[in-house]
């Protein structure tokens, strides 16, 4: 998740610093960086879903099965499982700017703010777009369905698990190391719909601004703050942060 989440903003951040230190009318990007950009930004977008996934199996072993949590995630799976994270979006992005990038061009102007992806790319085209519109929507509903029923079938047998035990401490447990992964989870889902949905109304472009913003810059740092606090050294050290400037402040007045 550290590696997608900086792969993600190193993609982002640099294009929205230099696009708010230039006027619209000077705002350029050459085609071939364009199509490089959205295949990054469609495979960080991808990883971050395959990656969830791997991590509610994860929780659904570590709360469902704890006794043989050491020999079913060992070294070797979760390398495994990493690998895989990233190799099943590459083909299936790759089949998606690459039906894109086949078209001709008779538009010179990105209709998306901050970044270029796939929509962007085709609206380049006066060509019918059907095949882009058909595979983009099997994609879209691969990746969305795959991740959800996973997602959704791991934790009702967490909950289920969770409703069956009696151990307040295991529940209490189960609750804080989930929580994070669904709220995580939930961010992803609702910025990427937004951005989605949002693509069919340009009259809307400022909404998709903050909508992309917040998938490819905000929801990265929640990453980092949200499971950095859960590390106990993290927190320790965060804590002892405040309390000294909370004293230092104290002491100033």
């Not at 640099?14 to 619209?24: G, M, Q």
């Not at 071939?32 to 994860?58: N, P, R």
């Not at 409703?163 to 994070?180: F, G, V």
Request: hydrophobic share 50%; aromatic share 8%.
């Amino acid at each position: 998740m550290s590696i997608n989440d900086v792969f993600g903003a190193t993609i982002i951040i640099p294009h929205v610093l230099r696009d708010l230190l230039t006027p619209d009318s000077q705002r350029v990007i050459r085609y071939m960086d364009c199509v490089v950009q959205a295949f990054c930004v469609h495979l960080h977008s991808s990883a971050s879903h395959t990656v969830l996934m791997i991590m509610a199996f994860d929780r659904y072993v570590a709360i469902c099965n704890p006794l043989r949590y050491a020999t079913i995630m060992t070294h070797r799976m979760v390398l495994v499982l990493s690998v895989w994270a990233w190799v099943i979006p590459l083909p299936l992005v790759g089949i998606l700017i690459g039906l894109s990038v086949r078209l001709s061009r008779c538009r010179w102007i990105i209709v998306h703010s901050f970044s270029c992806n796939n929509a962007s790319l085709f609206k380049l085209s006066c060509e019918s777009v059907l095949i882009n519109n058909i595979y983009g929507l099997g994609y879209t509903v691969v990746l969305l369905g795959s991740s959800i029923g996973s997602v959704t079938l791991t934790y009702l047998r967490i909950a289920m698990v969770c409703l069956r035990s009696k151990n307040k401490t295991l529940n209490r447990k189960a609750l804080q190391t989930c929580a994070t992964h669904l709220a995580v989870y939930a961010i992803l889902l609702v910025s990427g719909f937004i951005v989605i949905i949002l693509h069919r109304f340009p009259q809307v472009a400022s909404h998709r601004k903050v909508a992309s913003v917040m998938l490819h810059v905000v929801l990265p740092a929640l990453n980092a703050l949200i499971y950095g606090l859960q590390i106990k050294e993290v927190r320790q050290r965060v804590m002892a942060l405040f309390r000294k400037s909370k004293v230092a402040s104290m002491d100033a007045k």
